[in-house]
């Protein structure tokens, strides 16, 4: 079965930057588009950012376009969410999904990383 | 961009009792709409996609519907597992949207 396993999230200062990883296992990685979305705490889901099978495709959400970058590296089964110019307002829980085929819907999950922004 | 509105945002429901979900377009969306359930402190987990249809391993007392704009999700026979946040999302055109989110509690 599908797995994802997050990792690299934690404490950093407003204006730092943090690098999320995401770890798959279970399926052909290579096959499929994946997903970030993050949980503010107490709050509803929030789309950030999507890239495709080969990581020519990617999308953003207004609010971190410019200062997210989405990536992935087939050869090591893995998604990256690079974060710089972090704001408070960019503390959440950093969930990476995988895109159903044909549809923008997620149907496998990670656990999540907590990344907190404050001084 | 187009917006969600899920309503209600909470609702208090007794096991075995049939509940509704619903979530409206701003726009014309299609079919593009999921929807998905969040227990505490965990992932949420895709109950349907493309308005209506069952993600496997899904129960059947979960079922999703559209009318236009406006998008259903029904629970037949409320368990006491189904307490739970459900959200809706679209999906048909970035960025990609979720509604505000729908807390269930079984009494």
């Known amino acids: 079965e599908a797995q994802l396993v997050e990792s690299g999230g934690g404490l950093v200062q407003p204006g730092g930057s943090l690098r999320l990883s995401c770890a798959a296992s279970?399926?052909?990685?290579?096959?499929?588009?994946m997903t970030w979305v993050r949980q503010a705490p107490g709050k509803g889901l929030e789309w950030v950012a999507n890239?495709?099978?080969?990581?020519?495709?990617?999308n953003y959400v207004d609010s971190v376009e410019g200062r997210f970058t989405i990536s992935r590296d087939n050869a090591k089964n893995s998604l990256y969410l690079q974060m710089n110019s972090l704001r408070a307002e960019d503390t959440a829980v950093y969930y990476c999904?995988?895109?159903?085929?044909?549809?923008?819907?997620?149907?496998?999950w990670g656990q999540g990383t907590l990344v907190t922004v404050s001084s | 961009d187009i917006q969600m509105t899920q309503s209600p945002s909470t609702l208090s429901a007794s096991v075995g009792d049939r509940v509704t979900i619903t979530c409206r377009a701003s726009q014309s969306i299609g079919r593009w709409l999921a929807w998905y359930q969040q227990k505490p402190g965990k992932a949420p987990k895709l109950l349907i996609y493309?308005?209506?249809t069952l993600e496997s391993g899904v129960p059947s007392r979960f079922s999703g519907s559209a009318s236009g704009t406006e998008f259903t999700l029904t629970i037949i026979s409320l368990q006491p597992d189904d307490s739970a946040t459900y959200y809706c999302?679209?999906?048909?055109?970035?960025?990609?949207?979720f509604g505000g989110g729908t807390k269930v509690e079984v009494k």
């Open positions: 279970g399926f052909i990685f290579s096959n499929y588009w």
């Open positions: 999302q679209r999906y048909n055109a970035f960025p990609l949207t």
């Open positions: 890239i495709n099978q080969d990581g020519g495709g990617k």
């Open positions: 999904a995988r895109d159903l085929p044909s549809h923008r819907a997620f149907d496998y």
């Open positions: 493309q308005a209506s």
